[in-house]
């Protein structure tokens, strides 16, 4: 049974940081795309960022250079490290793991952001 649990999220500050994290269980984590994704209220989900099994990323454009993803194979661990945050990155996150054409998802981190 594949589980995604996401931690890390919280209330922040404008210009604060904050690193979220997914632990991975139920499936070989190595092989498998990943990514972050985000909804706020009202809004559809929308992909945030996504690594590949060889570690190639990329990111949505209203984060770039400010996020960055990455994941620990040996601990079966993605990682969204998030810097200059703002009010419109609020959002709950979460982490969706692709494998044989299934989208696993983890429960969400909420992430406030205030102004």
């Known amino acids: 049974q594949v589980q995604l649990v996401e931690s890390g999220g919280g209330l922040v500050q404008a210009g604060g940081s904050l690193r979220l994290s997914c632990a991975a269980s139920g499936i070989i984590f190595s092989f498998i795309p990943i990514g972050w994704y985000r909804q706020a209220p009202g809004k559809q989900r929308e992909l945030v960022a996504r690594i590949s099994s060889l570690g190639s990323t990329n990111y949505t454009d209203s984060v770039k250079g400010r996020f960055t993803i990455s994941r620990n194979n040996a601990k079966n661990t993605l990682y969204l490290q998030m810097n200059s945050l703002k009010p419109e990155d609020t959002s709950v996150y979460y982490c969706?793991?692709?494998?044989?054409?299934?989208?696993?998802w983890g429960q969400g981190t909420p992430v406030t952001v205030s102004s």
């Open positions: 969706a793991a692709d494998r044989g054409g299934v989208r696993y």
